[in-house]
């Protein structure tokens, strides 16, 4: 088919480009400009209803606009005036704690004011001081003894370094291997330790303080050494005391029972442990004991890792801090209704779960956890099973446990 110009003369036919470029002329820019725009000359026009119909619709467009901006505007207001309530709370707070607790610490620290405030949080800036204050020094460690376990660990690692005879490096029974495994391993973990932090790994700002406190914890205690999970604690206590007050607290936090139980791996004792939390975890949460029951999750599959890390390598940072600042004030009891208070949290999830996905879910659990919603449910945990506290059922267990042994054929001869 041929084309004709005005002139009548004989023509070739548009191009594609030139059909897409005509009617570009004629697209609208947008919804709005589809709405209001006169439709293009070589169209009829708007009937009077159709033009009045896109009229409102164009204005409701723009009701929904500002109803959107007005909410917007509203939840950036709210967000500020909750930043400013918090950074107020918090502020009030580290008076308080410096101006009234601190320094009457004896005779306030076990008052119902100061437990309450305790269980909101303790500031960042007074934490570390609360913790060693609340973990005490029954050990009674000096700066001085810090650096001579320092100086000692030092001295080993050069050795180890430089190939030093093993009787050089043997003390306490321990053979040069089992030490230099030892020290390897702390290299190891450090840079395992809180990796998305950057602070602590190879040329970090807090590395050579981490490797320090641990290395002199090996030297204080030859007879528990350095044990995996052990970096995660130390690390938590870097980040809010200097070094040598962060290993006289570490030393202390390490010597309570459970923690001893665990770190020596004292299989009998974690056994008590482990049999403690379930008596509380039947009576808190019956329905997801006995899901667990049925499909054989025993505690030891997920209690292991929040114990042996305080949960510091579990939770989020922040939120792991805020359970220790609640531990540093029950003591062991907290580690277990944190637990419970875990299970309680996602037990919905977990009773639809089989072995395989709870394992799996509770060994990396999510990293999005509503700090109150949490603490809310660690908080509706009772620590009280027919009328025992916590500690009744460890001790009741533990006479069980050792009349057991005593009465075992296999142990007698």
Not at 34 to 48: C, F, G, M, S, V
Not at 255 to 284: I, S, W
Request: glycine fraction near 4%.
């Amino acid at each position: 088919m041929e084309y004709e110009d005005k002139a009548g003369r004989p023509s070739k036919p548009p191009s594609p480009k030139q059909n897409v470029r005509k009617n570009l002329d004629f697209e609208p820019l947008s919804t709005t400009a589809l709405i209001l725009e006169d439709r293009p000359a070589n169209l009829p026009a708007k009937p009077a209803e159709e033009a009045q119909k896109h009229r409102q619709q164009y204005e409701e467009m723009v009701v929904q606009a500002k109803k959107r901006e007005l909410k917007e505007a509203q939840r950036r207001k709210k967000q500020l005036e909750e930043r400013c309530r918090l950074e107020e709370s918090i502020g009030n707070a580290v008076l308080t704690w410096n101006n009234e607790i601190l320094p009457n610490w004896e005779t306030m620290w076990c008052s119902r004011k100061v437990r309450d405030l305790w269980w909101q949080g303790i500031p960042p800036s007074v934490r570390g001081k609360v913790w060693s204050l609340a973990i005490g020094n029954e050990l009674n460690i000096t700066h001085e003894l810090f650096d001579i376990c320092l100086a000692r660990a030092k001295e080993r690692w050069r050795s180890f370094s430089t190939g030093g005879s093993e009787a050089e490096t043997e003390d306490a029974g321990f053979s040069a291997a089992d030490r230099e495994a030892s020290l390897e391993l702390i290299k190891l973990d450090i840079s395992r330790t809180f990796p998305s932090l950057c602070i602590f790994q190879q040329g970090g700002p807090h590395h050579d303080m981490l490797h320090s406190a641990l290395g002199a914890y090996t030297c204080y205690r030859p007879d528990v050494g350095y044990v995996q999970g052990m970096s995660f604690i130390a690390a938590v206590l870097i980040l809010n005391l200097d070094t040598a007050d962060a290993f006289i607290a570490f030393s202390n936090l390490l010597n309570k029972p459970c923690q001893m139980a665990f770190f020596r791996v004292d299989h009998g004792l974690m056994l008590t442990y482990f049999a403690a939390f379930e008596v509380f975890f039947e009576e808190n949460l019956p329905k997801l004991f006995a899901h667990f029951k049925k499909n054989n999750l025993t505690p030891d599959i997920y209690l292991i890792d929040w114990i042996f890390t305080l949960y510091s390598k579990s939770l989020p940072l922040d939120l792991a801090c805020r359970v220790w600042d609640v531990f540093c004030r029950d003591g062991e009891e907290f580690l277990f209704r944190t637990a419970l208070g875990l299970l309680r949290l996602f037990q919905d999830v977990l009773t639809r779960m089989d072995f395989i996905h709870v394992a799996q879910f509770l060994t990396r659990l999510p990293e999005d956890l509503p700090a109150e919603e949490f603490f809310a449910s660690i908080a509706s945990i009772q620590m009280q099973s027919r009328n025992k506290k916590w500690a009744q059922v460890l001790t009741a267990l533990q006479k069980d446990s050792r009349e057991m042994e005593k009465g075992s054929p296999s142990l007698r001869h």
